[in-house]
């Protein structure tokens, strides 16, 4: 997907960008929220054309072989290696084979999904916390707002390892962000 195809996308079906931030996007975890429809993920990633983010998300390594490869390393597939390093070792953690991913590319921006799934979830996944803070990268609050039509990114925080405190200030700005399918979206509750 091109930014000409993005722009088309974004025009046929009446979406706007929130681009205010206009920072540099080159290493960071970038939160898409909320997460309730398979649209998502064709409106963020229009989005992230058009604001030159060049947004990854990580698959198992076979999703990147042919013939799925040919989908999805375009869209910004990376593929995740857990596999043991030598013999006798025990696969990695999700956790740390991204952290690797960090070390291993001076730019790198990894889209993830915190919710983890489509349907209602009222604790989110907080391995994009623990990996920030890990790599020493920000978080970018990416969304969705499905009943303006804007997509954008809202602000970024480093996390401080206060990791109640942080969450609760991501909480907070994805609170009154509409969903595609209300119904199905929940803050993480714990942080409320």
Known sequence: ?????AKIIFK??????????KGSFNRCVMIAAPHTSNWDM??????????????????K?????????LFMNPLGAIAIDRSPKRPGEEKASMTDA????????????????????????????????????????PIALGYLDYKNKIAGIGKVINPTGDMQK???????FYKDIPAKYPDKYSIDQDYV
């Not at 997907?1 to 195809?5: E, N, P, R, Y």
């Not at 046929?12 to 931030?21: P, Q």
């Open 42 to 59: 064709i409106f963020a990633r229009s989005a992230f054309y058009l604001m030159d983010i060049p947004v990854r998300f990580t698959v």
């Open 61 to 69: 390594k076979e999703w990147t072989r042919f013939p799925f490869g």
């Open 98 to 137: 991204m952290v690797d991913l960090f070390e291993h590319n001076k730019e790198l921006v990894v889209l993830v999904a915190a919710e983890g799934t489509r349907s209602l979830r009222t604790k989110w996944r907080t391995g994009f916390y623990h990996i920030a803070l890990k790599a020493n990268v």
């Open 166 to 172: 942080d969450m609760k200030e991501i909480m907070i």
């Open 12 to 21: 046929i079906f009446g979406w706007s960008l929130d681009d205010h931030l």
């Open 1 to 5: 997907m091109g930014k000409w195809l």
